[in-house]
């Protein structure tokens, strides 16, 4: 399947029709109802003019704190209860969770910065592009502690007395969710319900084998912070080991999805306060995001008109892969939740530069093997081969340098490392493959000298 050049130009156009009915906003927008009564829509999106507003849209996609705005948290962390000279270690420590909380949350570019005055520390969150904050904040507060409590000696089963708390029935067994290496919602392919699986660490499971053993037939308190979620009674097959992890059931597949997020971000080391939160204004107006998108259109003018005029039909190749290229990348940006700051979009505006690079070295091979005498079919083949040495080495040095962004830089600057490694991604597929492939299909002469 998809052996010939035509079924495999097919299946890319295909791929980039979707991609542009993801990247489009999806606005309701009438055009031909002046002429016609009726709506034009194709794939829940109606086209209209002005066109060139539409595709500077950015309602759909995910917007940093420089060009949305967002909300900021302010937390207290309680160190009280911790040796003076670790302090600066559990600070760092919940810096870490909570912006993997966040993350989970499907929020990025979160920024946060540690405040110290007088012994007293507190976490500052800038969240970007928040619409619902309470999940956020509910979540960021959470502590997250889980531990398995085994019964109190003299607690007798069934337990009579219908005023005992939880607390007042189980005592702490020494297993807490430092003991896990990780939770996942699974579904029990007996019932069909939602289930946490819960992974112990070697220690753990070791620990947990310990504690189970002791306790066969009788319940184990399942508790995340003071709050009981399950008792479930052991098993013969758990203590004997047959099962090596334990899950947690009888909840909802909210509240399953939501306590393995928690657990899977980790448990903070101190207790937390939020003390303040706030909404805060985009630090650039929408009118400036507006001009920088203009400008990045009027160079992608620019460029098309640059590569028709000086490479003629394969200029017209390169420019069509171009517009490929931008429908993915932008798709790709819409479906991961990439969010868009102003360093971000120069980033992208930055790839199609590179882009175009590699088109330019392709056919500026190509012009030197027809003035070396081959046929335009032969220049054709010898210039993409001769040339994607030079675009691959010159591509791997770039990522190489968006990784390094990626994992060392904060904020606007792994913004602007995302979008570009995803542009030069997505620019090898289209600029040298779909370049290709269209070049082999439609140009059978090619006229540049």
Same mark, same amino acid.
């Given at each position: 399947?998809?052996?010939?050049?035509?079924?495999? =130009?097919?299946?890319?156009?295909? *791929?980039?029709?979707?991609?542009?009915?993801?990247?489009?906003?999806?606005?309701?927008?009438?055009?031909?109802?002046?002429?016609?009564?009726?709506?034009?829509?194709?794939?829940?999106? @109606?086209?209209?003019?002005?066109?060139?507003?539409?595709?500077?849209?950015?309602?759909?996609?995910?917007?940093?704190?420089?060009?949305?705005?967002?909300?900021?948290?302010?937390?207290?962390?309680?160190?009280?209860?911790?040796?003076?000279?670790?302090?600066?270690?559990?600070? !760092?420590?919940?810096?870490?969770?909570?912006?993997?909380?966040?993350?989970?949350?499907? @929020?990025?570019?979160?920024?946060?910065?540690?405040?110290?005055?007088?012994?007293? $520390?507190?976490?500052?969150?800038?969240?970007?592009? %928040?619409?619902?904050? !309470?999940?956020?904040?509910?979540?960021?507060?959470?502590?997250?502690?889980?531990? =398995?409590?085994?019964?109190?000696?003299?607690?007798?089963?069934?337990?009579?007395?219908?005023?005992?708390?939880?607390?007042?029935?189980? %005592?702490?067994?020494?297993?807490?969710?430092?003991?896990?290496?990780?939770?996942?919602?699974?579904?029990?392919?007996?019932?069909?319900?939602?289930?946490?699986?819960?992974? =112990?660490?070697?220690?753990?499971?070791?620990?947990?084998?310990?504690?189970?053993?002791?306790?066969?037939?009788?319940?184990?308190? *399942?508790?995340?912070?003071?709050?009981?979620?399950?008792?479930?009674?052991?098993?013969?097959?758990?203590?004997?080991?047959?099962?090596?992890?334990?899950?947690?059931?009888?909840?909802?597949? !909210?509240?399953?999805?939501?306590?393995?997020?928690?657990?899977?971000?980790?448990?903070?080391?101190?207790?937390?306060?939020?003390?303040?939160?706030?909404?805060?204004?985009?630090?650039?107006?929408?009118?400036?995001?507006?001009?920088?998108?203009?400008?990045?259109?009027?160079?992608?003018?620019?460029?098309?008109?640059?590569?028709?005029?000086?490479?003629?039909?394969?200029?017209?190749?390169?420019?069509?892969?171009?517009?490929?290229?931008?429908?993915?990348?932008?798709?790709?940006?819409?479906?991961?939740?990439?969010?868009?700051?102003?360093?971000?979009?120069?980033? =992208?505006?930055?790839?199609?530069?590179?882009?175009?690079?590699?088109?330019?070295?392709?056919? !500026?091979?190509?012009?030197?093997?027809?003035?070396?005498?081959?046929?335009?079919?032969?220049?054709?083949?010898?210039? $993409?081969?001769?040339?994607?040495?030079?675009?691959?080495?010159?591509?791997?040095?770039?990522?190489?340098?968006?990784? *390094?962004?990626?994992?060392?830089?904060?904020?606007?600057?792994?913004?602007?490392?995302?979008?570009?490694?995803?542009?030069?991604?997505?620019?090898?597929?289209?600029?040298? $493959?779909?370049?290709?492939?269209?070049?082999?299909?439609?140009?059978?002469?090619?006229?540049?000298?």
């Amino acid at each position: 399947m998809f052996k010939s050049d035509s079924s495999k =130009f097919i299946l890319i156009t295909i *791929i980039a029709t979707i991609a542009l009915l993801v990247a489009l906003p999806k606005v309701e927008i009438k055009y031909f109802t002046k002429y016609f009564n009726i709506d034009t829509f194709i794939g829940g999106y @109606v086209f209209n003019l002005p066109i060139i507003n539409k595709v500077l849209d950015l309602s759909d996609y995910k917007k940093g704190l420089d060009i949305e705005g967002g909300v900021r948290v302010v937390i207290n962390l309680d160190m009280s209860g911790i040796p003076e000279i670790d302090r600066d270690k559990a600070a !760092e420590s919940v810096k870490e969770i909570v912006n993997r909380r966040i993350n989970f949350l499907g @929020v990025a570019e979160t920024g946060s910065v540690i405040s110290k005055s007088n012994n007293q $520390y507190r976490l500052i969150v800038e969240i970007p592009g %928040q619409k619902n904050l !309470e999940s956020a904040i509910e979540s960021i507060g959470s502590t997250a502690q889980l531990n =398995f409590r085994t019964l109190k000696p003299g607690i007798t089963l069934p337990i009579s007395d219908p005023t005992l708390k939880p607390e007042d029935i189980f %005592q702490d067994s020494g297993i807490t969710g430092k003991d896990l290496i990780g939770s996942e919602v699974i579904f029990d392919p007996q019932t069909n319900e939602p289930v946490i699986q819960l992974r =112990f660490s070697n220690e753990g499971r070791s620990k947990f084998s310990e504690v189970v053993k002791n306790n066969v037939k009788k319940p184990i308190g *399942i508790f995340l912070d003071k709050n009981l979620l399950q008792a479930p009674v052991v098993s013969e097959d758990l203590a004997a080991g047959l099962v090596n992890d334990p899950t947690i059931t009888g909840v909802d597949l !909210e509240t399953a999805k939501n306590v393995s997020t928690l657990l899977r971000a980790g448990a903070l080391p101190v207790p937390i306060e939020i003390v303040e939160q706030s909404f805060i204004g985009a630090t650039l107006g929408n009118e400036i995001v507006q001009k920088s998108l203009v400008a990045g259109l009027i160079g992608l003018i620019i460029i098309s008109t640059f590569l028709i005029i000086t490479y003629r039909n394969l200029g017209v190749v390169s420019v069509v892969c171009l517009l490929i290229y931008i429908s993915i990348s932008l798709a790709i940006f819409k479906l991961m939740n990439v969010v868009l700051t102003l360093p971000g979009i120069a980033g =992208f505006v930055f790839s199609i530069g590179v882009a175009c690079d590699a088109s330019i070295l392709i056919f !500026e091979r190509i012009r030197e093997e027809i003035r070396w005498g081959k046929s335009s079919q032969m220049a054709i083949i010898n210039g $993409y081969q001769r040339a994607w040495s030079s675009i691959k080495d010159s591509n791997f040095t770039t990522i190489l340098v968006s990784i *390094i962004l990626i994992q060392f830089g904060t904020g606007f600057v792994k913004g602007f490392g995302v979008t570009l490694t995803i542009g030069i991604l997505v620019s090898l597929f289209t600029c040298v $493959y779909v370049s290709q492939l269209m070049t082999r299909l439609f140009i059978k002469e090619v006229n540049i000298k």
